[in-house]
């Protein structure tokens, strides 16, 4: 259970959040972003785990941040029956069918804008790629996936959507079993597709070459991975924030049935759709070792998560260290050439290794080259972080 934070000494903002939802990286920035906001408005901020908790509290304002259906659907209706006014953070109360407040992202937008650039980019067979049919958010992204498919004359159904219900792995797996059919892979988000990339390149098949691949997020790992990650912006700091202002709105006007605020999403063109319309671009030429994750102590998708929220969590000096680690300098070499002390890079090192869960430097070293194939990318991330 995430632990209260305390801002200022002022009554708190009650926030219910999924239990499955605490090692999830999107989730994770709608909290750092509720926090933000909250802060701006000097408020403190106090993170629940059991709905019971608020079953006989007197009615107030509660943040659910979820992504789960059914979770989300009886924990919402019950705070509502409980007298409580709901916000709903991650989940799309619309999709849900549910009338409760909220900031949205428009992920059927989202996926229509995918589609018509891959068509543009001349992709026609393409497939949607880490679908979990449990996450409403997905539902909305898979039933958008198939409308707007026929809408634009693709030959696209339900069997084009590979999800990962069991393991992320075992879905990219199916997925490039099938390659066959498929010359475009539109995952929904950017874990997803760095897998989806890493297991092509053990594969043999060529990213973009052969097959165009985006995710969604925005992700830092997406920026430093080889080729770099087409995406789109789905920004859950700014979600986050946003639903502290739909928080303020509710105070200000009780009597408002309810606020709803939606969040714009944009197209990020990158290498691993050839930046189209440049198709021609060759992939640089360069020799990658990978080194195996451990499947059976822990999921790709965890470790993905991991190593996402150790880039958001990292500074540039984090970063530049990362950077070092990938290339396997020591940590003297590292020290001088950061202008630090050994102690610093040991201690920086200490957290990398907690926030990635890894026991040491080599598999800090092992994780990063498994899905980061260029150090350099790490050192331009670190320069934007300055």
């Not at 879905?171 to 597709?193: E, Q, S, T």
């Not at 290498?271 to 999921?299: G, L, N, Q």
């Not at 990362?322 to 002390?341: I, P, R, T, Y």
Request: net charge neutral; hydrophobic share 40%; charged share 20%.
């Amino acid at each position: 259970m995430r632990k209260e934070r305390r801002i200022l000494n002022k009554t708190a903002i009650d926030i219910l959040l999924e239990p499955a939802g605490t090692h999830n990286a999107l989730i994770m920035r709608s909290m750092t972003g509720l926090e933000f906001g909250a802060g701006l408005k000097h408020q403190t901020v106090c993170y629940h785990n059991d709905l019971r908790c608020f079953e006989t509290r007197d009615p107030l304002i509660v943040f659910v941040v979820s992504v789960s259906q059914g979770w989300t659907r009886r924990a919402a209706t019950l705070l509502k029956q409980w007298g409580h006014k709901v916000i709903l953070v991650g989940a799309d109360s619309e999709a849900l069918g549910l009338d409760f407040s909220g900031p949205l992202l428009n992920r059927a937008n989202l996926v229509r804008r995918l589609l018509e650039y891959f068509v543009l980019a001349g992709r026609t067979r393409i497939a949607s790629v880490g679908n979990q049919t449990h996450d409403i958010n997905d539902q909305v992204r898979g039933q958008a996936f198939v409308a707007v498919g026929e809408a634009l004359g693709l030959s696209i159904s339900a069997n084009d959507i590979y999800r990962a219900d069991d393991d992320l792995v075992a879905c990219v797996g199916r997925f490039l079993d099938n390659i066959a059919k498929y010359d475009g892979a539109i995952c929904v988000n950017d874990m997803a597709a760095v897998e989806l990339m890493r297991q092509s390149r053990e594969r043999g098949i060529g990213v973009p070459e052969r097959l165009y691949v985006a995710g969604s997020g925005n992700s830092r790992l997406g920026q430093v991975v080889t080729p770099s990650l087409t995406t789109t912006t789905l920004d859950y700091f700014q979600l986050g924030v946003l639903a502290i202002d739909i928080w303020r709105l509710m105070q200000r006007y009780p009597d408002a049935d309810r606020f709803q605020v939606s969040l714009p999403c944009e197209l990020i063109i990158r290498e691993s759709t050839a930046c189209f319309p440049a198709s021609d671009k060759k992939e640089s030429a360069h020799e990658v070792r990978y080194a195996p994750i451990d499947m059976e102590t822990e999921s790709a998708g965890g470790c993905l998560d991991r190593l996402e929220g150790c880039l958001i969590a990292g500074d540039a000096l984090d970063i530049s260290i990362l950077g070092g680690v990938h290339q396997g300098s020591s940590v003297a070499s590292l020290a001088e050439k950061l202008f630090v002390s050994q102690g610093t890079v040991n201690n920086r090192l200490k957290r990398l290794y907690a926030l990635c869960n890894v026991q040491g430097k080599n598999e800090l070293t092992g994780l990063l080259r498994c899905y980061i194939t260029e150090a350099s990318a790490l050192g331009c991330l670190a320069a934007g972080c300055s």
